[in-house]
DNA sequence: ATGACCAATTGA
DNA sequence: CAATTGGTCATG
């Protein structure tokens, strides 16, 4: 019976096809005047459609013409008749013939004979999708750079051969491994490492040498920064140790011109040192050799656009798909790179303790206890407790002085001003803040408000906003420093490099410049406020901060200190004092890991009306040890009402692409059925 | 998405 | 009985 309607099925089937094709054929007949030429030979095009369809994300194969032989390439741009419109594609293949059954369409035309799209970056973007679950045009938007005419029409000058000290790489990495690092990649092999960069080092010419010993192997390299600032400090140290001409910058800064001008340097192979932000990580780089990354735990390197993939992600994705090295650097250490490392996939490349020592700045917290603040009320009004205050003015004998203070935004949320535990909604625990100082505080994610508030700790009745932000700091300190140069940093002017003369430079995180030969002292301010900041990396954020700070300190030996005001018990602030990036982020790791969350466990967000999602979770064929936790409201800020749930499920990181495919068929499913959409986060930066 | 096709429903 | 509408399917 089955077998009978089988046939049946298979006998309808074949008449409809039979139909289409014949009908297509005469089509074919009656619009074109001449019958249609195809290519000499291989005169199938294997096409990715820019469809944003999740059930349409696959290849589709097309006819070239005689005409078109010589432009379409594996790798060149397309303008394909799909789905009833002229949609833009990526050729990955030229075939002999398709296994497609039905007829094939003709290519509309072919765009550009530049093979923009090499195969192993095709091949990364459906690595990156399948882990992202996310559709693969997405991916090729973020890997593709788009196309300017006049641009591709010029010439790329070629690199000379590049002249190269073989011994500077090695010497300048002597302290780690005692330079073996960069002789495996001179020598022409791959090494995986996580790089803990020492204090009061350049840490760009680490990459430079890294890249130029990658270089005398004749690879290329792939070397990623957090922003704009640090990639002009790593243009330079490339430079020096290149030589010019040897290296291209890749980021979304320059107009679109001048991005695709240096895109095309690299995918025609005319160089081979490629330096950017996030989207460089899918650089067509020719023998590829190294990738690199700086301070993988900044959250720039976190793709704001579906299908949100990680910068680290994806060059450790590329990695793995290639066999190239990789180098994960900073001064502190992210979660993940620490998991890299105790799951064996990345060795530990830091400097022995003794050397550590006598580079590090002498670290030491104060002011942020009970008892110190009892003792020393100038603390709580001015931030700035009394040892902070004496290491500044003996300080400013020797060198200029670097304090940190948490961007004003912070100061929206409150906290008890008695034992400095944060405000919290009694409704839904989000964050309170004041509109303004005459009315009662407000919940930031639900809007409650909280009047007759008692602190849930000490059960004190009075808030404060304890932040007062950089411009604040900086009035604060010039009063309390009369006659010395102040200077500030901040997100909308941010400066670079200062001098060597005393002066006090205020920043917040991630704008501090660098001192010549190193600040005297580091002041680090509101650590506690940092560390009571919503969300699961608050502490791994924090320290990073402090590290990146304190490591533009000089040496103990050379009078450089770092104060940390703050609780002294405060393990994240111990780290700090031991400088022991290392350890903080493997004590980390172990919490995430009993906690499931990730790197341990592999984790998703699924956003949409709570009745879709409850239908979306029953399409999905969840492996095992999965753990569905919500919906939950999205929590929103009060001014924007927008509806919504979302849903977190998490499993154990070797279900992880399990998890990603019935989430992509789920995708498929409801795409084809024209059901609402669910947004879908693997991992994200905030959460994971 | 968009279009093609089929079937059922509606109106004269 | 024709015209209209709604659902399903395929997209090379």
């Known amino acids: 019976m089955d077998e009978d309607d089988g046939e049946q099925l298979a006998l309808i089937s074949a008449a409809k096809a ?3 094709t014949s009908a297509a054929r005469t089509r074919v007949k009656d619009n074109s005047a001449k019958p249609f030429e195809p290519a000499p030979e291989l005169p199938v095009a294997r096409v990715l459609v820019d469809v944003p369809l999740a059930h349409l994300d696959r290849p589709f194969d097309y006819l070239v013409s005689a005409k078109q032989h010589e432009q379409v390439v ?7 008749h799909f789905a009833g419109q002229d949609v833009d594609g990526f050729v990955v293949d030229r075939l002999a013939e398709s296994d497609h059954e ?24 459906g690595s990156v999708a399948r882990r992202y679950a996310g559709t693969r045009s997405d991916v090729l938007r973020l890997a593709v750079p788009p196309r300017h005419a006049t641009v591709e029409s010029r010439p790329s000058p070629s690199a000379d051969e590049p002249e190269l000290d073989p011994d500077s790489a090695a010497a300048w990495w002597q302290d780690y491994d005692g330079g073996a690092l960069c002789r495996r990649l001179t020598e022409g092999g791959s090494p995986r490492a996580v790089w803990t960069a020492l204090p009061a080092t350049h840490w760009e010419d680490g990459l430079a040498e890294a890249a130029a010993a990658t270089l005398a192997s004749g690879r290329g390299s792939i070397l990623c920064v957090p922003d704009g600032r640090d990639l002009e400090r790593l243009d330079s140290a490339l430079t020096r140790t290149l030589g010019a001409g040897q290296h291209v910058l890749l980021s979304a800064e320059p107009g679109r011109a001048e991005r695709y001008r240096s895109f095309l340097a690299v995918s025609r192979g005319a160089v081979r040192v490629v330096a950017g932000t996030r989207a460089a ?6 023998d590829l050799g190294l990738v690199a990354i700086w301070d993988d735990g900044d959250d720039l390197y976190a793709e704001p656009r579906a299908p949100y993939p990680h910068c680290r992600e994806v060059l450790l994705l590329r990695s793995h798909q ?26 530990d490349l830091s400097a022995a303790r003794g050397v550590v020592r006598d580079r590090a700045p002498r670290v030491s917290v104060t002011g942020a206890t009970d008892t110190e603040l009892e003792r020393d009320p100038f603390a709580q009004t001015a931030r700035l407790p009394h040892e902070a205050h004496t290491t500044i003015r003996a300080a400013l004998e020797i060198g200029p002085v670097l304090v940190q203070a948490p961007r004003s935004g912070y100061a929206e949320s409150l906290m008890c001003d008695r034992c400095r535990t944060p405000a919290r909604c009694t409704t839904c625990t989000g964050p309170l803040r004041l509109p303004n100082p005459r009315q009662p505080p407000v919940c930031r994610w639900c809007g409650t408000e909280a009047a007759g508030y008692a602190c849930r700790e000490c059960g004190g009745h009075g808030l404060r906003a304890p932040v007062v932000g950089a411009r604040r700091t900086v009035e604060e300190l010039g009063r309390a420093f009369a006659g010395v140069p102040l200077r500030s940093s901040t997100g909308e002017r941010v400066l670079t490099d200062v001098g060597r003369e005393p002066a006090i430079v205020v920043a917040t995180p991630g704008a501090e410049p660098s001192a010549d030969g190193g600040y005297a002292a580091v002041v680090l301010l509101d650590t506690w406020l940092v560390l009571a900041r919503p969300g699961l990396r608050a502490a791994e954020e924090a320290v990073r901060r402090w590290f990146n700070a304190a490591a533009l300190a000089r040496a103990q030996s050379a009078g450089g200190r770092v104060v940390a005001v703050g609780d002294p018990a405060e393990p994240a602030l111990q780290a700090l004092v031991r400088w022991d990036p290392a350890g903080f982020a493997s004590r980390e790791v172990e919490e995430r890991r009993t ?6 466990s592999r984790l998703v967000v699924l956003t949409a009306d709570e009745a879709v999602l409850q239908e979306a979770v029953g399409q999905l064929a969840l ?15 009060s001014d924007q009402a927008s509806p919504g749930a979302r849903l977190i499920i998490r499993v154990p990181r070797r279900a992880g692409s399990a998890l990603s495919d019935t989430l992509l068929d789920m995708q498929g499913v ?8 669910v947004r879908v986060q693997i991992d994200p930066y905030e959460l994971a």
């Not at 409801?670 to 959409?677: G, M, Q, T």
């Open 74 to 80: 594996a790798g060149s741009r397309v303008k394909v």
């Open 322 to 347: 290639t066999g190239c090295a990789a180098l994960l650097g900073a001064f502190a250490r992210s979660i993940e790179a620490a998991s890299l490392v105790s799951s064996g996939w990345a060795e």
């Open 670 to 677: 409801r795409s084809a059925k024209k059901l609402s959409p």
């Open 281 to 286: 990580a899918f650089a067509p780089v020719r």
């Open 18 to 20: 039979a139909a289409r």
């Open 595 to 600: 906690a499931h969350l990730p790197p341990a």
């Open 102 to 125: 039905g007829r094939l369409a003709p290519l509309r035309r072919s765009v550009s004979p530049e093979p923009v799209l090499t195969p192993e970056v095709a091949e990364l973007t």
């Open 623 to 637: 492996p095992a040890g999965a753990e569905v936790l919500g919906p939950t409201p999205v929590p929103v800020a």
